[in-house]
Structure formats: structure tokens, C-alpha cells
């Protein structure tokens, strides 16, 4: 769905041929716009509430078909265009647009409300305003912007410093460039500014020249008088700790030890947070003659006070201990994180080798209320799933796998390919903390932040792409170095990864690729390999990941066996570890716990997986399956557009993962569609892809995927295509995925007189859950047919489960068999699979409360928001429920919403009662406040 809190303030294009004539002022509210013309946004028709307001929907079309519909329609505020195929026509009021890639807004001149304001200074043409009901308006110049030359210089071509780099800046955007130039005036600190497409680039650094590119750098004339100074507002610590507090604080290490205090302690001092501990060691840099990744080594003890347990952690150089926001390549600060499994007093000791500096002991009082869920571990061996230390949660991964080289990013020291332009609307205030040298990073945190709004737990990066397909991505302080590493720039790295644990999303760490898995020490685990892997553990080893040793991984066994040996021996949390797409050749060595797929055919996931997961558990050391590589690798996961269904990647791999027994999926982007596996920069690419990842991911939350297994040939007849999971502890359990509709037969066990039998929408765009019951059996043999799919629709494919209790996926079954359905018994609509209120609050509903991510509200609260964020929705194919969530609940206080009475539709009389529609999705109305 597009973003609800961005503005888009473009300024339009104009039609007009520039004039210097000054207007009539007989009529000052004419202006010379044709009534049958349009104002051109860029970005979505929006609402004076930024809502979607009340639209027909017309495919394929034309643009001239869809502007002449709207000319046809006396009733059409404006038309949008869409994908240049998809237009609706818009018959509610229409002042503004977001901004969302491939769509624009005409509206209707005729029916704006324009006013003229005072003549513009420099081209003494009339402005006119769109009025809104917010704060913020459109502002449509009829001449072409012009800077002002009076307070600028203007240059062809895009800002840079004297040494030819962008320099410091802010993004901010949407936004016209009359607006950019007006904040550039007003901050002191602002030297010059350049408008890119829609966004608007702030410098606050000495801007001298400018080099060839689509934007115009505008210097200011007159420049600070002083240097813009950027502080930290880091104060240095006084005492050995900070609060103990268990909330979630951002994990920002920027800690000074000194003489007085030369072990600072920083972080959250609970059950599984982040513990940081700043030394003042022996001072050094990344170019010493004594080399302070080779030559020196931190390291650290922990041992637990009473159950004496002790875990080895390793430190890292990290010169003046603020290097992500100064850039700092020498100091005398180094660093340790430490995580605790247990609360209790920690002792600890500290050491370098070689005695360059004297040991430290002490200890740390960690409290016993748990931080978090803690890190993704193998609990138990044999597992078929991952969870988390904390609270032992299963794990179903759903993962973006693309772009591989994901760290590749512009604003990290020594630079990068990736921008994520069109995420910076989605960057959020709460993740400012995670920025550095004063607001860079929002584009690749904006990105992460829109993974997380669609479901995605996990993303997938080679640490070291050098000689490999990206060659962008290093550790190091050049790409020929391999003993040094950069401090400002890991620093930087650790605040992208502390963003992401903040929003739940894991890492999936990849340590080489095929092209260069014997570039170091020739493969072997020899001296370049160990400070690789020692310091991307000292680092980044704190937070939740999976490490998998190599992309198309073509070491040898016994070289595999002995990385994997020398993680295990630096590794104190014992992440889980993988090896990909040539993992045959380590069956049954220790170790090695999750076997990581490539499937080259993606018809071939589900049969893939499952001879993973069999043939490991012929050995000591059974594995886990995940699915990390799906299609031919020139395409990968089609984009939303080339297949607006997804129904490629839906019936091939994302579910047949699930019912194979797959631990998870990750998607990747090939190298021939838009935003490929090197070149991604909109993630909204595979939105629909991502959004059907996330409701397969809640379905499977409502059954016990470890109980799951692959169902026995006797189990279901009739049907060549359909998948079969069954359980049979404490009850009896079928799921069934049908990727052509056709509903073969399960067996069932004598004895079981009642069947529950619901029935999921895999396709749909909300959680849609179809129930219905039999009693009895077919046949003698047990033999029982599961009846047809609820109702016919575009993609055939449904997911059915089959048991002997009703499940908490929904309300029991519809026992309404008596009930007098009303047809004005409209409390609320789908369309479009959306849930909205159509509700007057009778019967004590406006006293409902519902529980939000931001805490409790009213059921008119919730209400008020649907139709602030989303309008009213088509008034084509809308569907009528009784209750207020279109039969998800609650109830009024009547009786006739409640489960066992009529929820549901209340257009197919009884029929109906049980046919349930989208919930509301309060995750999006109501997103979870960030701290």
C-alpha cells in the first residue's frame, strides 16, 4: 500500500510558454487554465485527510482513455494513472498526491477552488494554491522555477566539495524546489543546495564546484562566517555503568574510557540485551606499524558468579570510540560486546596479548528480567526450526535475499552503489539514533524500515563481495587490504545492523561467494581468513544471526570443516550455520546446522527440501532446511508488475517450503528484471511478494509447524499437484495446499466423528479465513471428501485445514441455522481486501475497545483511522457484514454479531453467517512506537 504520512509537494510542470506580460488585475481570481485542463501531480491521488477516497477502477486503460472518462464524468475530481495501465477515476475531492513510483494524479481543474495570491517578486506571475485541510500546501507556479540568483550561484550539475566528494547533507522530500531553496535560506548552516527528481539535498559542508549529473547545485553567496561544527551529543560517562533499564534502548556505542574511568560500561544490563564495554588500551591506528587487528588482540572472560558459567569473547580497535560519526582512524579506544544468557553478577577479565597493556577484572550486575527474545539458536538438535534463546519462539523465516550486496550503501565511508532513494519516505524519526555524522544513513535505514512493515524478518548480505559479482563490498580499508580494517566504516555498518534488531529483522550473514571463496590463504584457514572471521564476530557477534559460510560455496570438506571449527571456537552464542546450494558434501559433519537451498527450478523446492531433510537424517547430524535461492539465477522472484499475482513464486516456493517442513524463504531478485540481486533501490519492487510472504507466516502461527510432517502416501488420494502435512499427536491434523484448486480426499482414522474444515485464500490480500464442518466419514475405508472451494477466483490455488477440533484460526463453525438475516445489517465492507466501517455504534458497539499496538482504543477510534488513512474504498464489489470487522468481531451487545449467531456476510441469508472477511490490520494503523 502507498505510505500515509508523506506529502508529495512537487511542483507540477507547466504547459504554459513562459511570459514576462504581467497579468490583468480587472479580474484578479481568472486565470488562463482551460476549465477542461488538468493539474499534473506526480504521486497517488490522496484526499484533504491523505485518504484514497471514492474511485472507479478501470484496466487496462489508457492515459487519453482514462483523461477522457474523467472529462466524461461530471462527478470526476480527478484521474490517476498507475503502472500506465490502471486508472481510477475519483468522484470525492482530490488536493493532493503521495508519492508512489509510477503514479500520477490529473485533477480536474474545474473543480478546484483557486484563489490568487500577491504577484511573485521575480516573475511577477500569479500563484495559485490548492487548498487543503492540512497544514502543508500545494504550491503550482505557471513558469518554470528559477532560482534566485541574487543569493546564488547557480552551476550546472550536481554539489561537491573542493576534493570532488558530496560531502555533508540532508535528504528531504518530497518536496518543490521552491520549497528546497526557502529552507537552504533560512539555515544558517545550509552552503547550497540541488533538487534531485523530487527530493532536495541540504548541504552544510563547503560546496566549491559541481560535476555532470541531472540536478543544479545552487552555492550560496553568502556563506557561514564560522565552520558548521557537528558534536556528538554523546556526554563521556563518569561512573562504570549506564541504567539497567530493560526497555528497548538503541544500541548507539559511542562510550570514552580515559585514565579516570578506563573501563566504561554502556548498553542494557538485562537477560539477553547488548552489554558494551569501552577499554582505554594502548593507542594505536589503522595504519600502525604494530597492527592492532593482527598484532594486538583483546579478549575477554565472563564467568557467572554462582552457576560458573563462562563464555570467551573477543574485542575489537575502535579507535577514538565514536569513529562512525568522526571518522577516526586512530585512538586509544577498544571495544567488547557481551550478551548475557542469564542475569546475575558477571566477573569478568580483560586482556590483550602480549602484555601491551595491563588486564582488567571487575564484574557487571545484570538483572534477571529478559531484554528481548534473545538470539536464533539450534535448541535442540534434530530440530526442523530455528528459535529464538529468549522465550523459545519458533522461527519461520521470511527473508529478502536480494540485493546481495546490500552494505554496498553511498553514505558509508569509502562509499557505494546504493542509495534506497524511494525508501527514505519510509525512514522513521525513531531510528534518528542509528544515523551518523549528523543524519546520514537514512536511506538504507528507510529500506530496513519497510522490510519490517512487510513482514520481512531477515536480510541476506555478503560481507566480502571483492572479485565476486558486486566487488563493492569489504571489511577492510581498501580492496587489496587484507590485514586492516575500517573503523569508521564498521561502525557504521554496526549501527545498520543495531537498526535492524530493533525492528525484529535478523541478519543472514554471508562470508564469501564462489568467486572468491579462495581468495584468502588460498581457501585454507590460514592468517587472513582468521582476522576476517575474528573481527567480523568481535563486531557484529552480539546481534541475532545466521552465518552461512559461502554463496555456491565450492571449498573443500576439510577446509569447510576447519572454518566452521574456528567460528565455533570464536563464537560464545554459537550462531547457527549454514552452507549453500553444494552442501552435500558435508553430511554428517559436527556442526554444520542448516542446509541452505538454491533451487535452481522452482518447481523443484518442495522435493528439494525434503532430500535435504531426509538425507541428513540419515547421519549424526540432522539439518535444518531453508529455501535462500528461488528460479534461474538471471531472474529470481518476477517483480509485482511483470506478475501481479505472484503466482509464480506463491505455488512453487513459498508454500511448498511450508508444507515440506522448510525452516523459511528468502527472496531473490535474479540480474535481468528492475531492481535486481546488484542494482536493487526499491524493495516495493516485489511488495505483493513480501505482503503474501508475511500472511503465510501468520497462518502458520495458529498451527505447531514442529508437529507437522510430510504426509504418507496413504494419507490423500485424488489430486497429483496437492502438497500434505499431517499431525497426529494430541489430535488429528491435516493442512493442504492445492495449487490448482483440485481437492483430492484424506484418510481418516476410525473413530473421529466430527471434522472441522477451514479454508485459506493464499492469494488474498488480508487474512481470510472460509469454515465449514462435516460429520462422519464418505466410506467404510475412511475415505473423506473435503467438498469444493468455497467460490471461484482468478488463482485457483487454496490452503485447507482438516481436524478434529476447531483451531484458533477463526470463530468455531457458523451454527446459524435459524438465524432471520437482515440485508441493512451493514455494519461493515470489504473491497479490494480491506476491511471498512459502516457502523452507526448501536447496540453498545461504541463502547467496544480493541488492544493496538499503541495500546487500547475505541472501536470508533479504529474506525475514525480506516477512514483517515484509507477513505472509503470502490464503491464496485463491495461485501456486506453484519458486525463491525467484517465477521472478525467483536460484537455488539444484541447477540446477533456473536460467533455462534451471524457475523458474516449478510447478503447469502444463512449461508453467509460463516463466510469471514478481512480484519483490520492495526499493525499499519496503528505502527508500534519506536524508542
Known amino acids: 500500500e502507498p505510505p500515509t504520512t508523506i506529502k508529495q509537494t512537487t511542483e507540477p510542470p507547466t504547459t504554459e510558454t513562459p511570459t514576462t506580460e504581467k497579468p490583468t488585475t480587472e479580474n484578479p481570481t481568472t486565470t488562463n487554465i482551460p476549465v477542461e485542463s488538468f493539474l499534473s501531480l506526480t504521486g ?117 566539495t573542493a ?52 540536478c543544479t547545485c545552487q552555492i550560496k553567496k553568502q556563506q557561514p562566517t564560522q565552520p558548521v561544527t557537528k558534536t556528538s551529543d554523546y556526554e563521556p560517562s563518569t561512573s562504570m555503568s549506564t541504567s539497567s533499564s530493560c526497555g528497548p534502548t538503541p544500541l548507539v556505542w559511542k562510550a570514552i574510557a580515559t585514565d579516570d574511568t578506563p573501563v566504561v560500561i554502556e548498553g542494557t544490563l538485562c537477560e539477553f540485551g547488548t552489554v558494551g564495554f569501552t577499554l582505554k588500551g594502548p593507542w594505536s591506528s589503522e595504519d600502525a606499524v604494530v597492527n592492532p587487528f593482527r598484532d594486538i588482540a583483546l579478549s575477554a572472560t565472563f564467568t557467572h558468579e554462582l552457576t560458573h558459567d563462562e563464555l570467551k569473547v573477543n574485542g575489537y580497535f575502535c579507535a577514538d570510540g565514536n569513529a562512525a560519526d568522526t571518522g577516526a582512524t586512530s585512538g586509544d579506544q577498544w571495544r567488547i560486546h557481551f550478551r548475557p544468557p542469564k542475569g546475575g553478577i558477571w566477573n569478568y577479565v580483560f586482556d590483550w596479548s602480549g602484555g601491551v597493556s595491563p588486564t582488567m577484572t571487575g564484574h557487571v550486575n545484570i538483572s534477571h528480567e529478559k531484554a528481548n527474545r534473545g538470539m536464533l539458536i ?28 546490500f552494505m554496498a550503501y553511498y553514505e558509508f565511508d569509502g562509499g557505494g552503489r546504493h542509495r534506497y532513494g524511494p525508501h527514505l519516505q519510509d525512514y522513521r524519526s525513531s531510528l534518528q539514533p542509528y544515523t551518523w555524522k549528523n543524519g546520514l544513513g537514512k536511506g538504507i535505514l528507510g529500506a530496513l524500515s519497510y522490510l519490517d512493515r512487510v513482514g520481512v524478518d531477515s536480510f541476506y548480505f555478503v560481507a566480502m563481495n571483492v572479485q565476486g559479482d558486486g566487488n563493492d563490498t569489504w571489511m577492510w580499508t581498501s580492496i587489496n587490504e587484507r590485514y586492516r580494517f575500517d573503523c569508521s566504516k564498521m561502525d557504521q555498518w554496526e549501527r545498520v545492523f543495531a537498526a535492524a534488531e530493533s525492528l525484529g529483522i535478523n541478519l543472514h550473514v554471508v562470508l ?42 565450492k571449498n573443500t570438506a ?48 518442495y522435493e528439494m527440501i525434503r532430500d535435504a531433510l531426509d538425507n541428513s537424517r540419515k547421519t549424526e547430524q540432522p539439518w535444518i532446511a531453508m529455501l535462500d535461492e528461488n528460479g534461474h539465477f538471471s531472474v529470481g522472484a518476477w517483480t509485482d508488475e511483470t506478475d501481479p499475482t505472484q503466482f509464480n513464486m506463491r505455488t512453487k516456493v513459498l508454500w511448498p517450503t511450508i508444507l515440506a517442513g522448510g525452516a523459511g524463504f528468502e527472496w531473490y531478485f535474479g540480474y535481468k528484471l ?31 509447524l514442529d508437529l507437522l510432517f ?71 475405508s475412511g475415505w473423506e471428501s473435503l ?4 467460490f471461484n477466483k482468478d488463482t485457483n490455488d487454496w490452503v485447507i485445514v482438516v481436524s478434529e477440533h476447531p483451531l484458533g484460526i477463526n470463530r468455531v463453525d457458523s451454527q446459524c441455522d435459524e438465524c432471520d438475516v437482515k440485508l441493512n445489517w451493514k455494519d461493515s465492507y470489504s473491497v479490494n481486501g480491506r476491511c471498512y466501517c459502516n457502523s452507526n455504534f448501536d447496540h453498545g458497539a461504541s463502547n467496544i475497545t480493541m488492544q493496538t499496538p499503541q495500546g487500547v482504543k475505541t472501536i470508533m477510534d479504529v474506525c475514525d483511522k480506516i477512514r483517515e488513512v484509507y477513505g472509503s474504498g470502490s464503491r464496485e464489489g463491495r461485501i456486506y457484514y453484519n458486525d463491525v470487522q467484517c465477521g472478525n468481531g467483536p460484537p455488539n451487545a444484541w447477540g446477533d454479531e456473536d460467533p455462534h449467531n451471524c457475523p458474516g456476510r449478510v447478503d447469502m441469508g444463512v449461508a453467509g453467517c460463516k463466510m469471514i472477511g478481512p480484519s483490520f490490520d492495526l499493525d499499519e494503523l496503528f505502527p508500534k512506537r519506536q524508542l
Open 787 to 790: 467438498g469444493g472451494t468455497p
Open 710 to 780: 510430510p504426509c504418507a502416501s496413504n494419507d490423500m488420494q485424488g489430486s497429483s499437484s496437492a502438497l500434505c502435512s499431517k499431525q497426529t499427536q494430541d489430535q488429528l491434523l491435516y493442512v493442504l495446499y492445492l495449487p490448482d484448486g483440485v481437492v483430492p480426499q484424506v484418510n481418516i482414522p476410525p473413530g473421529i466423528n466430527q471434522l472441522h474444515i477451514q479454508w485459506f485464500d493464499p492469494s488474498g490480500s488480508s487474512m481470510e479465513f472460509y469454515t465449514g464442518g462435516r460429520s462422519g466419514i464418505v466410506d467404510d
Open 163 to 214: 576534493d570532488l566528494q558530496s560531502g555533508d547533507f540532508t535528504v528531504v522530500g518530497p518536496i518543490s524546489p521552491h520549497e528546497c531553496e526557502k529552507q537552504c535560506i533560512a539555515d544558517v548552516t545550509c552552503t547550497a543546495y540541488e533538487v534531485v527528481n523530487t527530493y532536495c539535498e541540504l548541504n552544510t559542508g563547503p560546496i566549491t564546484q559541481a560535476v555532470p549529473g541531472a
Open 558 to 605: 576439510t577446509d569447510l570443516t576447519d572454518h566452521i571449527q574456528f567460528i565455533r571456537a570464536n563464537d560464545p552464542y554459537h550462531h547457527p550455520l549454514a552452507l549453500h546450494t553444494f552442501y552435500d558434501k558435508m553430511l554428517g559433519v559436527p556442526g554444520l546446522d542448516i542446509a541452505s537451498i538454491q533451487a535452481y527450478r522452482p518447481q523443484k523446492s
Open 512 to 553: 564469501q561467494e564462489t568467486e572468491n571463496d579462495r581468495m584468502l590463504d588460498e581457501g585454507r584457514m590460514g592468517e587472513q581468513r582468521s582476522l576476517y572471521y575474528r573481527e567480523l564476530l568481535a563486531r557484529f557477534g552480539h546481534h541475532s544471526q545466521v552465518i552461512n559460510l559461502g554463496e555456491e560455496n
Open 44 to 160: 497517488c491521488c490522496r484526499t484533504p485527510t491523505l485518504g484514497f477516497g471514492t474511485y472507479d477502477k478501470y484496466n487496462p486503460y489508457t492515459t487519453e482513455q482514462c483523461k477522457e472518462a474523467c472529462l466524461n464524468d461530471n462527478a470526476c475530481y480527478a484521474y490517476e494513472m498507475a503502472r500506465g495501465k490502471y486508472c481510477e477515476i475519483h468522484t470525492e475531492p482530490i488536493t493532493q498526491t503521495e508519492f508512489v513510483k509510477n503514479c500520477f494524479c490529473d485533477i480536474k481543474v474545474s473543480m478546484l477552488t483557486p484563489e490568487t495570491t500577491t504577484p511573485n517578486v521575480v516573475t511577477d506571475k500569479p500563484t495559485t494554491t490548492v487548498k487543503l485541510t492540512t497544514t502543508e500546501a500545494i504550491e503550482t507556479d505557471t513558469t518554470a522555477f528559477a532560482p534566485n540568483l541574487e543569493l546564488f550561484d547557480s552551476l550546472q550539475g550536481c554539489c561537491r
Open 378 to 405: 539450534v535448541a535442540n538438535k534434530g530440530d526442523r526450526y530455528l528459535r529464538y534463546s529468549g522465550n523459545n519462539e519458533l522461527w519461520l523465516k521470511s527473508g529478502a535475499d536480494s540485493p546481495e550486496n
Open 674 to 704: 528492475p531492481h535486481h540481486d546488484l542494482n536493487l533501490e526499491d524493495f516495493r519492487s516485489r511488495d505483493l511478494l513480501f505482503r503474501l510472504s508475511k500472511r503465510a507466516v501468520e497462518f502458520t502461527k495458529t498451527l505447531q
